[in-house]
C-alpha cells in the first residue's frame, strides 16, 4: 500500500513537504508518481521517480513549480514546494507505475492541500 | 500538449450495460488504461492496456479500441459502479508523458 500524509493547511508563501510511504513490495524497484486532482477536475500526472536511483521526469507544466524526491531507504517519496500559492489548492495523489509501465496499479489516499491567507 | 476527450455523463439503468469512450489522436497507437473513481476516494486501476483488468476487478468491466476511440463497457451494472471514470495514455516520446481524460460521470438511474 502507499500511505500519504495527512492534510495542510498553508499559507500563500509558505514551503511543504508531503510524504507517501510504500509497503508490502519492493518499493526502490517500481516508479512512483505524484498526480494533482483540482476539485471537481480530472487528475493530472505532476512527475516521476524511481526511487532506486532517483531518476525523476517532470511534466513541463509542473518543471520549476515542485520538486519530487524519494528516500528509498524509509520507503518514501515525497512531493515539496518552496512558495505556496493559491492555485495549489488541491487533492496531491501518489500512485506506483505497474509493472508492464504506463499505468498506475496502486494510489495512495490523497494528500489535500489547501493555500489560503 | 495530447487531449483526451470524454462525454461529460453517460446515464443507464440498473442491469443495463454503459459504455464510456475516449476519442484522440494517439488511442489507436498508444494503450489505453481506465480508472474508477468515487466521490472521496483515490482512482481505481479497472483496464489496463486496452483490455486487460487486474485482479479483482469483476468480468463485467471490459475494454476496446476502434480508430482512435477506446471504449470501456461496464455490463450489468450495479448501483455501486456510479463513480467518475478517466481513461489515460502514456506517450514515452512525450514531457507530457501520462495524460488522463477530463473524466465521464457514470449515473445509475
Known amino acids: 500500500q502507499l500511505v500519504q500524509s495527512g492534510e495542510e493547511v498553508k499559507k500563500p508563501g509558505d514551503s511543504l513537504k508531503i510524504s507517501c510511504k510504500g509497503s508490502?513490495?519492493?518499493?526502490?524497484?517500481?516508479?512512483i508518481a505524484w498526480v494533482r486532482q483540482m476539485p471537481g477536475k480530472g487528475p493530472e500526472w505532476m512527475g516521476i521517480?524511481?526511487?532506486?536511483?532517483?531518476?525523476?521526469a517532470y511534466s513541463p507544466s509542473f518543471q520549476g513549480q515542485v520538486t519530487i524526491s524519494a528516500d528509498k531507504s524509509i520507503s518514501t517519496a515525497y512531493l515539496q514546494w518552496g512558495s505556496l500559492r493559491a492555485s495549489d489548492t488541491a487533492m496531491y495523489f501518489c500512485?506506483?507505475?505497474?509493472?508492464?509501465?504506463?499505468?498506475?496499479?496502486?494510489w495512495g489516499r490523497g494528500s489535500l492541500v489547501t493555500v489560503s491567507s | 500538449s495530447y487531449v483526451l476527450a470524454q462525454p461529460p455523463s453517460v446515464s443507464v439503468a440498473p442491469g443495463q450495460a454503459a459504455r464510456i469512450t475516449c476519442g484522440g489522436s494517439?488511442?489507436?497507437?498508444?494503450?489505453v488504461h481506465w480508472y474508477q473513481q468515487k466521490p472521496g476516494q483515490a482512482p481505481v486501476l479497472v483496464i489496463y492496456?486496452?483490455?486487460d483488468r487486474p485482479s479483482g476487478i469483476p468480468e463485467r468491466f471490459s475494454g476496446s479500441n476502434s480508430g482512435n476511440t477506446a471504449t470501456l463497457t461496464i455490463s450489468r451494472v450495479e448501483a455501486g459502479d456510479e463513480a467518475d471514470y478517466y481513461c489515460?495514455?502514456?506517450?514515452?516520446?512525450?514531457?507530457?508523458?501520462?495524460?488522463f481524460g477530463g473524466g465521464t460521470k457514470l449515473t445509475v438511474l
Open positions: 500512485a506506483r507505475q505497474g509493472p508492464l509501465r504506463g499505468y498506475f496499479d496502486l
Open positions: 508490502g513490495y519492493s518499493f526502490s524497484t517500481y516508479w
Open positions: 521517480i524511481y526511487p532506486g536511483d532517483s531518476d525523476t
Open positions: 494517439k488511442v489507436g497507437s498508444d494503450s
Open positions: 492496456y486496452g483490455r
Open positions: 489515460q495514455v502514456w506517450d514515452s516520446s512525450s514531457d507530457h508523458r501520462w495524460v
